[in-house]
């Protein structure tokens, strides 16, 4: 898909035939990882004068990669089930990577990334051995680590350990601020960490879209279909509305994800979309057919994510969104202006929001151009690229000033 291309400022691009291209290698879970939300930093760490490698678990999208022209070297690793003994063959191979690649920056995508990344570049480059320079990125702490942190012995807890030490080195960059505020309680010094807002997103690919026609409002929930994304929540609260005499629909589109046990399977989901009123499309090659038919994106999710990318996709569509209130949604949802934000797990609340807005299409409308306008301010893959670029260059000069 063809997206913009970011140049880089030109003071700090390499000049003359002679000039070394530093490698930056993004080692990241999945390769639908790579390609849903740091395709972005990769194309502007590329315009920027970087030569570019990924390493990750391939599975479809490994020719999209190549075709891009970054060099791409496939793990045999697993998001999450890898045990202890498939860890450490995990660290090794990604040692091994690391030791023929010899890159001056690694970008660890994803706490799983972090953890691994560091232990495979300690024992890649071994007794103060010349590594790389490194970039942490938290795509989000999840449900698990902010209940650990919050905890009485948070801080000794061996995911919070392993996580903090992973962090010693290199620059942190969280997609919000609750996700910092996390870490700095941790003990994560507060100096290396930048807060860049989300994956970003194309606006001129996700262009507003006009009002979809029709009596009844058509809502949409693009995700995977994890019941911690609120899947069971939507559904219940548009069966509510529909017993109530309200003109509500409900579209689910996104697969389900069988490495997860929080997944919904096929069975589940087609029983769901059986149901008067609710749709499931299953993965969406293009997600903007769901909004050209959708005015409403919702999020129930109870999962602490970064910023997630659907409701960036959905505001550039100008929809307005109502989402469940957590991190990374709060960064979109702003109270009154570009949406709703209802209490996690409270289908009651988040009926009363969906029918709220449904009443309404003027104030639909008016939130939705204020979500596009957001966008347009904070949120578009140029600034995210820009920005990580900086990240990268600091994090190289770090680890070049201390040597």
């Not at 400022?9 to 930056?24: E, F, M, T």
């Not at 930093?41 to 390493?55: E, N, S």
């Not at 449900?143 to 919050?150: G, H, I, K």
Request: glycine residues 10%.
């Amino acid at each position: 898909m063809p997206r913009t291309r970011l140049s880089a400022p030109a003071a700090d691009a390499p000049s003359g035939p002679a000039a070394a291209r530093p490698k930056l290698l993004f080692l990241v879970t999945e390769d639908w990882v790579f390609c849903g939300g740091r395709m972005p930093m990769a194309r502007a760490a590329r315009a920027a004068g970087f030569d570019i490698v990924v390493a990750t678990r391939v599975n479809a999208h490994g020719e999209r990669i190549r075709a891009e022209g970054f060099a791409l070297r496939p793990l045999s690793w697993r998001r999450r089930g890898d045990g202890l003994l498939g860890g450490c063959r995990a660290i090794g191979e990604i040692a091994r990577v690391y030791r023929a690649e010899r890159p001056d920056l690694v970008y660890h995508a994803g706490l799983k990334a972090i953890v691994f990344g560091a232990a495979a570049a300690r024992l890649a480059f071994p007794l103060g051995r010349r590594g790389p320079a490194r970039v942490a990125a938290v795509m989000g702490l999840g449900s698990v680590f902010p209940r650990v942190a919050a905890g009485r012995c948070g801080r000794f807890h061996p995911l919070v350990v392993a996580v903090r030490l992973a962090m010693r080195r290199g620059r942190v960059t969280v997609e919000n601020p609750d996700d910092r505020a996390v870490l700095v309680r941790l003990g994560v010094d507060p100096g290396r960490i930048a807060v860049i807002r989300g994956p970003g997103v194309d606006a001129a690919r996700y262009a507003p879209l006009p009002e979809p026609p029709g009596a009844a409002l058509t809502v949409a929930l693009v995700s995977r279909m994890l019941k911690s994304k609120g899947v069971p929540e939507a559904a219940a609260a548009v069966r509510r509305l529909r017993a109530q005499g309200c003109a509500v629909e409900l579209v689910l589109a996104g697969q389900p994800d069988p490495a997860n046990d929080d997944s919904l399977d096929e069975a589940e989901l087609r029983r769901l979309a059986a149901e008067p009123g609710i749709e499931w499309l299953g993965p969406v090659a293009d997600v903007r057919t769901v909004w050209q038919r959708a005015g409403l994106a919702v999020y129930p999710s109870t999962y602490g994510e970064g910023v997630p990318a659907s409701l960036l996709e959905a505001a550039a569509c100008a929809r307005p969104i109502v989402a469940a209130d957590m991190p990374g949604a709060r960064e979109v949802v702003r109270p009154g202006e570009t949406g709703l934000l209802v209490p996690p797990g409270d289908v009651e609340r988040l009926a009363a929001a969906i029918a709220e807005l449904a009443r309404d299409p003027a104030r639909r409308r008016a939130m939705g151009a204020a979500a596009r306008d957001l966008i347009l301010r904070g949120f578009t893959d140029e600034r995210v690229g820009r920005e990580t670029v900086a990240v990268y260059r600091a994090a190289l000069a770090e680890r070049d000033g201390a040597r």
